[in-house]
């Protein structure tokens, strides 16, 4: 069975949410056309936070994974939740706060348009880092 970049990509915000009710978040996916934000977080009465998930699927690659151009743009109440899925059902995700991801993304002009991406050795010391939305 193929699974397309949709479903990979909705795989990738339930694991995602899954993770932050495990941990006391109350997580609330939207729309799949709510721009920009995939997730609404809140955790007792402190500032509800906003997630993006970017999830690259078993056949998709490892290195790097493609954003959009707002990614440029840091906000205190946003973070990038970068999923990988393994062929074995493993799953790796960081947990990056966008002012890092700000700084760390490039673009790459091809034929077919720009290409916005931040690559994994740039957010690796990220993986698993979920005590970091409790600022």
């Known amino acids: 069975m193929t699974i397309t970049r949709q479903v990979s990509g909705m795989s990738g915000v339930f694991a995602v949410a899954e993770q932050l009710s495990l941990k006391g978040w109350i997580v609330s996916p939207t729309s799949r056309n709510a721009e920009g934000v995939d997730l609404l ?3 007792g009465v402190g500032e ?5 998930v970017k999830t690259n699927g078993i056949q998709t690659s490892d290195g790097f ?8 743009k840091s906000n205190s109440s ?4 970068f999923v990988k899925f393994h062929s074995d059902g493993r799953k790796d995700v960081y947990v990056v ?3 890092i991801v700000s700084k760390k993304v490039y673009s790459n002009r091809t034929p077919r348009g720009v290409w916005y991406a931040i690559d994994k050795p740039s957010i690796v010391k990220f ?6 939305l409790d600022h």
Do not use: C, H
Not at 48 to 52: D, E, I, S
Not at 65 to 72: C, P, Q, S
Not at 78 to 81: A, D, I, N, P
Not at 127 to 132: D, G, S
């Open 127 to 132: 993986k698993n880092r979920y005590e970091l």
């Open 48 to 52: 509800p936070l906003a997630g993006q």
């Open 78 to 81: 946003l973070f990038y939740f």
């Open 41 to 43: 977080m809140t955790k």
């Open 65 to 72: 994974w493609l954003v959009g151009k707002n990614a440029r």
């Open 97 to 99: 706060p966008s002012r």
